[in-house]
């Protein structure tokens, strides 16, 4: 019986992200129901303390030896993440999650524009068009003039633009810093800011949601190592398309447990905005190689 590090590098790559939508289903499904009685701001809290405690207790090596250069860069990445959390799990609380899911998908759309604007990169008329198409995809989704519109749509825009602003950062931030560093000065500097917002709705959880709160951060553990361990073992236009299993999962979840149903256009809307950013990663994926054999031959 093949193991699983005797699979090839895709197909753990893909296994890893299978099992993080799978982990990000189901958080979003159990902050949806803890949002009944427990405010968002107060759950996002506890997962980003769940995750500190976790980390440390497994990887006190990295945090003895972790070196910190560029720590104002640090502390945007972790400020952009508490906001995404903050407005991500708002999103779960007000609209049905599969919906709020699929808008997430426009990150990295988002990136791609901050990648030019801020980073410098040259986006060539390939990828700015396949931006503007995922961009309609949202449009889609959203529908505003059709029917009824609502703002709350708007809340899983912004934690797209958060998303974005985080993968920009950790790109910066990767020429400099450790990944370990990265990850765990991350995650110490999220917990005392998502605080602050807690504070605000404090209110002692009775103990089933706080057993609920603490299966919630192991669960939101398991949705990030499933992330990078999935980019760790192969490209990303090789593992991003496993991605859109996110909204399986979540309209799964959302019918069997909430009831919720999205419609046509929530899959039309999202399928859109998902190719568009799988062409976007297959593309930098093309110039990178480039990049680095133009490299090895002017090394040669």
């Known amino acids: 019986m093949t193991s699983f590090s005797q699979l090839s590098a895709p197909v753990r790559g893909a296994l890893w992200m299978i099992f993080a939508c799978a982990c990000f289903a189901a958080l979003s499904g159990l902050v949806r129901d803890l949002s009944h009685e427990v405010h968002p701001f ?15 207790g497994w990887q006190r090596r990295a945090l003895r030896t972790m070196r910190v250069r560029r720590f104002g860069m640090h502390l945007l990445r972790a400020l952009a993440g508490t906001a995404g959390m903050l407005t991500l799990f708002t999103s779960y609380a007000l609209m049905p999650i599969a919906d709020a899911t699929a808008l997430t998908f426009t ?14 990169e040259t986006v060539r008329a390939r990828r700015w068009a396949a931006t503007a198409v995922g961009f309609v995809g949202a449009m889609i989704i959203i529908r505003p003039g059709f029917g009824e519109w609502d ?7 912004a934690f797209s633009f958060f998303l974005a602003v985080i993968m920009l950062s950790i790109r910066s931030l990767a020429k400099t810093e450790d990944t370990n560093t990265i990850v765990l000065l991350g995650a110490l500097l999220m917990t005392p800011l998502s605080l602050i917002p807690a504070i605000f709705v404090w209110e002692i959880p009775s103990l089933e949601n706080a057993l609920l709160l603490v299966v919630a951060g192991v669960i939101a553990f398991g949705v990030q190592q ?22 399986i999962f979540t309209a799964i979840i959302g019918y069997l447990a909430f009831g919720e149903s999205p419609d046509v256009w929530t899959w039309v809307g999202g399928g859109v905005i998902f190719v568009t950013t799988i062409y976007i990663a297959h593309r930098e994926a093309q110039v990178s190689r480039a990049e680095a054999r133009a490299a090895r031959s002017t090394l040669e």
């Open 42 to 56: 107060f759950i996002a809290f506890v997962r980003s303390a769940m995750i500190v405690i976790i980390m440390v």
């Open 107 to 120: 990150a990295p759309l988002f990136a791609t524009i901050g990648a030019a604007l801020f980073l410098g």
């Open 151 to 157: 703002s709350v749509t708007l809340i899983p825009l």
């Open 226 to 247: 499933g992330m990078t361990r999935a980019y760790a073992a192969a490209e990303a236009s090789a593992v991003m398309p496993f991605d859109f299993t996110r909204l």
